[in-house]
C-alpha cells in the first residue's frame, strides 16, 4: 500500500510560480510510475504529467508542456511537479498519482494509476 500526501499548493498571480510535492509512505516510490492529474470545478480529472520510475521518461499534457516539469527524488521517496506562468485555467484541485509499471511507458489515463493522494489546491488569480 502506497499513501501519497501532496503539499505547495496555493493561491499565486497569473504568471507566477508553485511547486507542488507529493510525498509517499508505505512502500518506496523508487518501484512506480508517478503521474500529476488536476481537476477544475465541474470538470473531468485531466492529465498533467507523468514521469517513469527511473525519471529518464516524461510526459506532458499539451497544456502543461513547456510551462511545468515534473522531478522525482527516489531517495526523498517524493515526487514534484514545477509550474511556472501560471495561468487562471490552471487553476484546480492537482492530485499525484502512483501505479506499477513499465519504465518505458507513459501513463496518462487515470484509470491506469492504483494509488491516489488527497489533492492541493491550486488557485491562479488573474
Known amino acids: 500500500q502506497v499513501q501519497l500526501v501532496e503539499s505547495g499548493g496555493g493561491l499565486v498571480q497569473a504568471g507566477g510560480s508553485l511547486r507542488l510535492s507529493c510525498a509517499a509512505s508505505?512502500?518506496?516510490?523508487?518501484?512506480?510510475?508517478m503521474g500529476w492529474f488536476r481537476q477544475a470545478p465541474g470538470k473531468a480529472r485531466e492529465f498533467v504529467a507523468t514521469?517513469?520510475?527511473?525519471?529518464?521518461?516524461?510526459k506532458f499534457a499539451d497544456a502543461a508542456r513547456g510551462r511545468f516539469t515534473i522531478s522525482r527524488d527516489n531517495a526523498k521517496n517524493t515526487v514534484y511537479l514545477q509550474m511556472n506562468s501560471l495561468k487562471p485555467e490552471d487553476t484546480a484541485v492537482y492530485y499525484c498519482a502512483a501505479t506499477a509499471g513499465s519504465d518505458s511507458y507513459y501513463y496518462s489515463r487515470s484509470y491506469q494509476y492504483s494509488y491516489w493522494g488527497q489533492g492541493t489546491q491550486v488557485t491562479v488569480s488573474s
Open positions: 508505505g512502500r518506496t516510490l523508487s518501484n512506480y510510475n
Open positions: 514521469i517513469t520510475w527511473s525519471g529518464d521518461s516524461k
